[in-house]
């Protein structure tokens, strides 16, 4: 699953280690959901998108959608 998740860690200078300790996650998870290696639960995927006040449509993309289908 494509997201947007490295790139709103960066615009707050945020590590993944930031980032995995403001969620309650290891490091390498927010590794492997950076890099589409993981797809994070449903109630992960909200706890992300209530941090950055976004919608979880605005942080994760459907990939049937991306492809124009």
Known sequence: MNNRLRVLRAER????????????????????????????????AFRIADLFELAIEDIFMNPSKDSGQ
């Open 13 to 44: 200078a945020w590590s993944q280690q930031d980032l995995a300790e403001r969620l309650e996650v290891s490091r390498q998870s927010v590794n492997a959901i950076e890099t589409g290696r993981y797809d994070p639960s449903l109630p992960l």
